[in-house]
């Protein structure tokens, strides 16, 4: 076969450091923007992204030729920079070390388009650590509670 074809989709939940609301409104609508920018600088592509003020949903398609942790200490620590330089009284702003990241077939990401787009009103009823416990174990990830956060 002459070229590579690839359709690599992810799920990915980024939390902030301690689940520490900092992503308000304002940010939020800015850093998602810094965000797409920084992974189509990367050669992905970014197809929706939301979240609350303690955490972020990302879908996107990723290369086959890059890691994905890779991608994930570019989007931190460049998002983190952009934040205190955009927004100085949030100079503690800090990702938490890890991510999570799941796959996603073609043919659930309205689904997952869904889920991100309904983060608001889905987090009046469920938290974010039960939130990711649910995920985790839907998609069948060994973990141990005690180091899932921090």
Known sequence: MPG????????????TRGRS???SAE???????YIGGIVRAEKGVLYDIGGVEDHAHLYLRWRPDGAVSDLMRTVKGRSSKWVHEEFPSLREFAWQEGYSV????????????QYIAGQAKHHRNEDFRSELLRILRAHGVEFDERYVFE
């Open 4 to 15: 590579t074809f690839s359709q690599l989709l992810l799920h990915v939940v980024l939390s």
């Open 21 to 23: 609301p900092w992503i």
């Open 27 to 33: 940010v939020s609508a800015r850093l998602c923007l």
């Open 102 to 113: 799941f796959s996603v077939s073609k043919s659930q990401e309205g689904a997952v388009k």
